[in-house]
């Protein structure tokens, strides 16, 4: 069974904290690895992505990502976050596979930035 | 930069009416189209993926029957929710994917169902 886990439901940080938003993934083969991000009642902002190459992604607004594959791990850092970072974070896994890139998200992680 | 709009932002409904949501991918071909409803608990579901040139590819308790997908040209698909239910409501996604050597998906803002 194919499975993606973030572990925390709930983070809340103050302005200017760092912050990691954990992903764990199940899967066997090649994967693709992306974060997005969804404030209240909109759509899935893409984040960052990682396939190949450097485990470590940049992405917009100064997040980044560190894939592992020992760890089975994709989490999500920022270094200072802002209030307007609160909003929730999914992290999703597609298999590799021509003609068939199904995402399965995860469940999700509500970030609360205070400021 | 890729943008995916979607069309209409918000709709309620009577039970047992139908509502037809529109997808537009705007400064790309999008070779495929997927179908997700987020749920009020704020999961995904995938309904659907249509790729040019190939049938669409319905999930487990999704049917064409109940969500008709057109998706006649790179750039547009439409989704209909046949006689909408209460477990129909949600915020429904379209996510559309550049070229066949990426698995990345732009999605749109959505559009959420509310049925009554």
């Known amino acids: 069974t194919q499975t993606v886990s973030q572990s925390d439901a709930h983070v809340t940080v103050f302005e200017g904290d760092s912050v990691e938003l954990r992903c764990n993934y199940s899967y066997g083969g090649s994967i693709y690895l992306s974060w997005y991000i969804q404030h209240h009642g909109r759509g899935l902002q893409f984040l960052l992505k990682y396939y190949s190459g450097n485990p470590v992604v940049q992405g917009v607004n100064g997040f980044k990502a560190e894939f592992s594959k020992s760890d089975s791990s994709f989490h999500l850092r920022k270094a200072s976050v802002h209030w307007s970072d609160s909003a929730v974070y999914f992290c999703?896994?597609?298999?590799?596979?021509?003609?068939?890139?199904?995402?399965?998200f995860g469940a999700g992680t509500r970030l609360k930035v205070i400021a | 930069g890729a943008l995916v709009y979607q069309y209409p932002r918000r709709t309620i409904c009577k039970s047992g009416t139908s509502m037809r949501m529109e997808c537009q991918a705007v400064?790309?071909?999008?070779?495929?189209v997927a179908w997700y409803r987020q749920s009020p608990q704020k999961t995904f579901e995938l309904i659907a993926l249509s790729t040019v040139n190939s049938a669409i590819k319905y999930e487990q308790n999704f049917t064409q029957e109940k969500f008709p997908i057109s998706h006649p040209n790179l750039s547009f698909s439409s989704m209909t929710v046949l006689n909408a239910y209460l477990e129909d409501r949600g915020l429904y996604l379209c996510g559309a994917r550049l070229g066949a050597n990426t698995g990345q998906l732009y999605f749109g803002e959505g559009s959420k169902l509310t049925v009554l």
């Open positions: 999703a896994v597609s298999l590799v596979n021509t003609g068939n890139y199904k995402y399965v």
């Open positions: 400064g790309f071909q999008a070779t495929s």
